[in-house]
């Protein structure tokens, strides 16, 4: 059973920097394309940025040029760096683990709450 632990969530100043990171365990990493999204209160959750199937990024038009994807496959881990944060980039932050052989499945982790406040 696939496992993922997101940390790094925070209350932080607008303008400011945060990086989460999401902790993969429990199948081959290499099976699942990774991705983080995003919950606003009384909003539907949404894609923020998440790797393809075949290791190309996409990302949420209102966090290009702000945040940026990454993994270590050492680690089995994957980060979301965000700079230049906004009050509208607050909400609670998803882990996903989609199955690259079928799209149908996929893992969400806990959820980490981002709060950008002066």
């Known amino acids: 059973q696939v496992q993922l632990v997101e940390s790094g969530g925070d209350l932080v100043q607008p303008g400011g920097s945060l990086r989460l990171s999401c902790a993969f365990s429990?199948?081959?990493?290499?099976?699942?394309?990774m991705g983080w999204y995003r919950q606003a209160p009384g909003k539907q959750r949404e894609l923020v940025a998440a790797?393809?199937?075949?290791?190309?990024?996409n990302y949420a038009d209102s966090v290009k040029g702000r945040f940026t994807i990454s993994r270590d496959t050492a680690k089995n881990t994957v980060y979301l760096q965000m700079n230049s944060l906004k009050t509208e980039d607050t909400a609670v932050y998803y882990c996903?683990?989609?199955?690259?052989?079928?799209?149908?499945?996929?893992?969400w982790g806990q959820g980490t709450q981002v709060t950008v406040s002066s």
């Open positions: 790797f393809t199937s075949g290791g190309n990024t």
């Open positions: 429990g199948r081959s990493f290499s099976f699942f394309a």
């Open positions: 996903n683990a989609r199955l690259k052989a079928n799209a149908d499945l996929s893992y």
